[in-house]
DNA sequence: GGTCATTCTTGTATGCTATACAAACAAAGA
DNA sequence: TCTTTGTTTGTATAGCATACAAGAATGACC
């Protein structure tokens, strides 16, 4: 038949082609860049397959070819994005000398620029796909195993004690920070107020006292 | 001209048509309640309006008629229902006999049936829909008030004592519920467990003790 | 180097959806 | 009865995601 048409990815048209070739790689990896900048600007439904494919001057077929669907590639985008801002903060917070300081630039730079409400949108979207949940749930472990790895390398480095166990304070954390993020979404806060009701909200989490200090203590001192 | 056509709503295109008679209050009222059905069990893009225009045996132009847009219908749905959730959550939890009972009527009711998650799609939809953000605004800062008031109402019945105002404790109580919500969604959790986590999570700042009890105390008591 | 399968790009077709719009119809009030 | 206003019924349209077709590039194997 002359070649005849060639399915998409006839063996198993459920998962996203892994692009082998170097020119594929390098067209997937700049969709996935313009879809990053448009989904969090806009959201799912603010920003189209056309529009997201001109920014990376490619075709809206690329985007179905990689992805199979607007919301895979919406899903993936959000989730590489939180590691990205997970990475960075947990950066920004390694400078701190205090564990006030460590636990201000960690929320600080998670609630910074909204970058988390392009992930809860993520994390909402996959009641109505739940095929896609598993990457997102992924995506979660990966944030509270990874804060748990930085939390617990900085209690030990720096000799103080922790008030519970780092998994327990991560999901805690991360749990407020969605909380915050959506309701200051909601009624418009900035930025600098979110941190502030972040802080109050884990603060006794984290084992602040009533004096406003937290419990973080160096290991030989008076603590616990 | 024999008539013509008659405009919708020419005065002011922006805002939603208020039925006035009878017959359309009625039609009014039967789009909401088919529009929460939908759009709580599939998610504002998994429901259509034609599917609520059925469900409701009514015409898709008339959603566009009473509502303006999808998206408005939604916020209203979702704020309407969101109030009746609180309502209930609080009426189940005046039974309560103790402090502790208290809380956990209330984060059962909130968390049972995931009634939250359509209030938190409609939360996060005023990023891309900042016209109907004073909608939700609103509806969060009633959440906060009457939460507020049927708090304060407790604690004064009761001869409770509160660890912080009441208006502190109903907003941590609400950004800590959509947190628990949204994470328990992507990582499809039972209800029972989000309880669990939601109490850790709430108690501490309710004022709970390290022996796990509550420090709401009878004002004649040992507390505070 | 020729053959061939595979990957990727380019382009078109389609079905669905929200919504704008037209006009008939119903119910009051003058 | 006539007019105005609210409501229903019906049609048209533009935008969208995506299925699909087929050429083009790439690389493996003989």
């Not at 929320?107 to 620029?113: G, K």
Request: contains cysteine.
């Amino acid at each position: 038949m002359k070649g005849g048409p060639r399915l998409v990815n006839p063996s198993d048209p459920k998962h996203a082609i892994r692009a082998t070739r170097a020119a594929g790689r390098q067209t997937r990896s700049l969709l996935l860049d313009a879809a990053s900048g448009l989904f969090k600007r806009r959201g799912l439904a603010g920003a189209s397959i056309a529009d997201i494919a001109a920014a990376a001057d490619a075709f809206p077929s690329q985007i179905t070819y990689y992805f199979r669907t607007k919301e895979a590639l919406f899903v993936e985008a959000a989730c590489r994005d939180v590691l990205h801002l997970a990475r960075a903060a947990e950066e920004q917070a390694g400078r701190a000398r205090s564990a006030q300081d460590y636990t201000r630039a960690l929320v600080e730079s998670v609630l910074a620029a909204d970058g988390l409400g392009f992930f809860v949108e993520a994390m909402t979207l996959t009641r109505r796909r739940p095929d896609l949940a598993p990457f997102v749930e992924r995506t979660i472990a990966r944030l509270h195993a990874e804060g748990l790895r930085a939390y617990a390398a900085e209690i030990a480095a720096r000799g103080w004690q922790a008030p519970a166990d780092p998994e327990t304070v991560a999901r805690r954390f991360w749990a407020v920070a969605v909380g915050v993020t959506v309701e200051g979404q909601a009624m418009g806060r900035a930025p600098g107020d979110l941190v502030i009701e972040m802080l109050r909200l884990i603060a006794p989490m984290a084992g602040e006292a009533s004096d406003g200090r937290l419990r973080l203590v160096r290991a030989d001192g008076p603590g616990r």
